[in-house]
Structure formats: structure tokens, C-alpha cells
């Protein structure tokens, strides 16, 4: 399943989905506009260490969301580099099972 996780048209289109739904900045600080040009200069070095098993995801940034009872609730915010890969592996699964 790797190899379909990172074949390169599928992680070209989890690019532009995640791109495409925006988002705040994860622990790191990198917006998603700035992810494109990131994943090209660092995808081999990436993709290398996924097929390693060496592939650590950075922490999860927490904002406190006010609800409307007047209560708080914590949203976990992904580095954008991880929401990539979780969005590559999403639809490796869903062609998987289609």
C-alpha cells in the first residue's frame, strides 16, 4: 500500500486538496501556501524516509474553539506537511476498496 500512498500522481492530487481546503499552520508555522514549493524541494527526501519506516509527524497544535454554551473545545491542528500524507493515505484506502 506504500507504493500506492506514494505514487506520484496521488500524492500530487492530495497536494492540491490540501491546498485547496486551506487551513491554519501547524506547529511548524508553514501555511498552506507555502507547502507546494516545500513538497517539491523536499518530496524525495520525504518519500525516502517513508519507505524507510523513519518518518516522524510533528506534533499537534491545539486551539481552543468557544462553543455557544460558553464552553471551550479543543481543535488538534496538523502540520500541513502531515495533512498531505494523511490525505494521500485517505485515498489510497478509498481506491483500494473501490
Known amino acids: 500500500m506504500i507504493e500506492q500512498v506514494l505514487h506520484p500522481n496521488n500524492l500530487m ?3 492540491r486538496q490540501v491546498v485547496s481546503n ?4 501547524g506547529v511548524d508555522g508553514m501555511c498552506v501556501k507555502q507547502l507546494p514549493d516545500y513538497f517539491r524541494e523536499h518530496r524525495d527526501t520525504l518519500t ?3 519507505r524507510k519506516g523513519t518518518y516522524l509527524p510533528q506534533a499537534i497544535r491545539g486551539i481552543e474553539i468557544p462553543k455557544s454554551n460558553g464552553k471551550i473545545r479543543l481543535l488538534g491542528v496538523p502540520t500541513v506537511m502531515d495533512r498531505l500524507l494523511q490525505q494521500a493515505v485517505s485515498q489510497a484506502k478509498y481506491q ?3
Open 96 to 98: 483500494e476498496h473501490a
Open 13 to 15: 492530487k492530495a497536494l
Open 22 to 25: 486551506g487551513g491554519s499552520a
Open 48 to 50: 525516502a524516509s517513508l
